[in-house]
């Protein structure tokens, strides 16, 4: 299988010096094209951190990222922002919806950002959102919507320039049963088209949607398996246990994410996604403000 992704030896080293946290610890992992690969692992174990890498939002303190056979530390910022652009679709916890956009609105803006045009714009945001769905609710603001709904708008989001990598990190997270369902219907759909799908939970029946299951504990990997599709939470629980000291199903783990996702805000992830730069005034005070300015700067500018 070709290798799409190629990490080798990778260290993630934040605070560098006294109050050091190192969130990932000499990781090597190839990922190949069309694979379906969940991350798992508690929550700080450094599953966020690897995403921020694989999807080059962040940079290693060391080691090697192949991306389709090219080096990424070698990349200027402005070749980085087009990986992103091109190559990866990002799917937060959060869902990261603009609020006083509409669903249309909030899938077509990257594609401003891109220089689509208007037409072209229009055709890729409507036929994402018909994809996941949402062809009914097209002017309808992320209020208006259900949890599941959001979601199902970001993905439209990601997916609406068809890049072959999809990174999620949690996407099910904040949703109930039901929508979570409809949610990893919609993944493994994307993988059967000949995506690559990259998934992270600290969830093993999630995992269990995968064809491959990375475990990852105190930056390492500590498990790598593949699932023929018939593995249960707890053959995967059994599993990693094999290779680790402790892994079960952890009640408490969603009030640890909640409070991480405080701290580490997925926003600004994806304002980065999207190459769009709050000050960090403007941030606390209206977190989607200029975004919102830009769009509608470039409606006036007769862009649209
Ligand atoms: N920006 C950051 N600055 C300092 N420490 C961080 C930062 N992001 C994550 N960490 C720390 O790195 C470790 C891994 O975090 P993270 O990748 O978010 O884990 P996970 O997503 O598995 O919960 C944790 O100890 C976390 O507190
Ligand atoms: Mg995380």
Do not use: W
């Amino acid at each position: 299988m070709a290798s799409l992704i190629e990490i080798r030896n990778m260290c993630k080293i934040y605070n560098p010096g006294e109050n050091e946290v190192r969130a990932l610890d000499h990781v090597s992992l190839s990922i190949g094209e069309n694979e379906f690969v969940a991350i798992i692992g508690h929550s700080g174990s450094g599953k966020s951190t690897l995403m921020n890498m694989l999807g080059c939002l962040d940079v290693p303190t060391s080691g090697i990222y192949l991306l389709h056979g090219s080096d990424v530390s070698l990349m200027t910022d402005d070749e980085l922002s087009d990986i992103r652009n091109q190559e990866i679709g990002f799917i937060f916890q959060g869902f990261n919806l603009i609020s006083n956009l509409t669903a249309f609105e909030n899938v077509e803006l990257p594609l401003i950002y891109r220089g689509v045009s208007k037409r072209e714009r229009s055709n890729l945001a409507k036929e994402a959102l018909r994809k996941v769905g949402l062809e009914n609710r097209m002017d309808h603001k992320p209020s208006e919507m259900s949890g599941g709904q959001q979601q199902r708008v970001a993905i439209a989001r990601a997916i609406a320039q068809a890049p072959p990598v999809i990174l999620a990190d949690e996407p099910t997270g904040n949703l109930d049963s039901h929508s979570t369902k409809e949610i990893m219907n919609i993944l493994k759909t994307l993988h059967s088209e000949g995506r690559t799908v990259i998934i992270i939970t600290h969830d093993n029946d999630i995992a269990a949607n995968a064809e491959r299951i990375v475990h990852i504990e105190d930056g390492k990997i500590t498990s790598d398996s593949s699932n023929d599709g018939n593995m249960s939470r707890d053959d995967i629980a059994r599993e990693i246990r094999g290779n680790s000291t402790m892994y079960g199903n952890e009640s408490d783990d969603d009030d640890t994410v909640t409070q991480e996702s405080k701290d580490y805000p997925d926003s600004q992830t994806i304002m980065e996604a999207n190459e769009i730069n709050l000050s960090t005034e403007e941030k606390k005070d209206y977190p989607e403000s200029e975004v919102v300015a830009e769009n509608i700067d470039l409606h006036l500018n007769g862009e649209n």
